[in-house]
């Protein structure tokens, strides 16, 4: 069973910079989704494998960029400008069907993987 592994977590001061790496097979949706203690789980950015449409939030629209090496079927997202509110613990999904799915809703999605821990803080 295909499995998906992040990494690429850390702390970092606000206004640096973090790239989260997802080593996953081919999914036809893919997505990133972050955890706050305490708070439901979010998403922060989604990916279509036909025609590479991207998708974002609008707290991190010009901050993150989310990206995938075909070549390695690694999903990544950039992170850039980073808050302290950015800090959660940061999940990849994957849903591998070829109709539309809702890319929001953690539901959509069926394969997850373990999450990697960002922490921004000074």
């Known amino acids: 069973q295909a499995q998906l592994k992040e990494s690429g977590g850390g702390s970092v001061q606000p206004g640096g910079s973090l790239r989260l790496s997802c080593a996953s097979a081919?999914?036809?949706?893919m997505a990133w989704f972050r955890q706050a203690p305490g708070k439901e789980r979010e998403v922060v950015a989604g990916y279509r494998n036909v025609g590479g449409g991207k998708y974002y939030v609008d707290s991190v629209k010009g901050r993150f960029t989310v990206s995938k090496n075909n070549a390695d079927q690694i999903l990544y997202l950039h992170m850039n400008m980073l808050k302290p509110e950015d800090t959660a613990m940061y999940y990849c999904?994957?849903?591998?069907?070829?109709?539309?799915?809702?890319?929001?809703?953690?539901?959509?999605?069926?394969?997850w993987g373990q999450g990697t821990q960002v922490t921004v803080s000074s």
């Open positions: 999904a994957a849903a591998n069907v070829a109709y539309d799915i809702d890319w929001s809703r953690p539901s959509s999605y069926d394969l």
């Open positions: 081919v999914f036809q949706h």
